[in-house]
């Protein structure tokens, strides 16, 4: 069973051309800022605290992302620490083009950590 079929979307992006690379497909790091995106969006669900991305887990692309596809950002949580929050963010892309395939692009887990106003860490829950 494909793991994304439960979840919604965090966020679902088409794909413009002023995001292409030189190969005329979407550039990374659009993709790895998206990831990072998603990711604080699931893991707003458990912290109000201030949150900052402190580390990205072997992001391999897997297939590329064509300009015109319709990107979905799965998110779900991994762990709660203490003071940090880890999410798994499951990259699909639905071709634009017919015969509108869905392929899966890339999978990260993030790992977001709570900052109290002096940007130490902090407990995740007040």
Do not use: C, W
Not at 45 to 71: C, Q, W, Y
């Amino acid at each position: 069973m494909d793991q994304t079929a439960a979840l919604q979307p965090a966020i679902r992006v088409v794909m413009m051309p002023r995001d292409t690379n030189p190969l005329g497909t979407i550039f990374g790091g659009i993709i790895l800022s998206y990831i990072d995106q998603a990711g604080t969006v699931e893991a707003r669900r458990h912290s109000d605290r201030n949150l900052v991305t402190v580390a990205m887990h072997e992001v391999k692309f897997i297939a590329p992302v064509l300009v015109g596809d319709l990107v979905s950002f799965y998110a779900e949580t991994v762990r709660i620490g203490t003071t940090s929050i880890t999410v798994r963010v499951t990259v699909e892309a639905r071709r634009g083009i017919p015969p509108h395939d869905a392929v899966r692009v890339t999978q990260a887990e993030v790992v977001y950590v709570a900052i109290g106003r002096r940007g130490k860490p902090v407990r995740v829950r007040s």
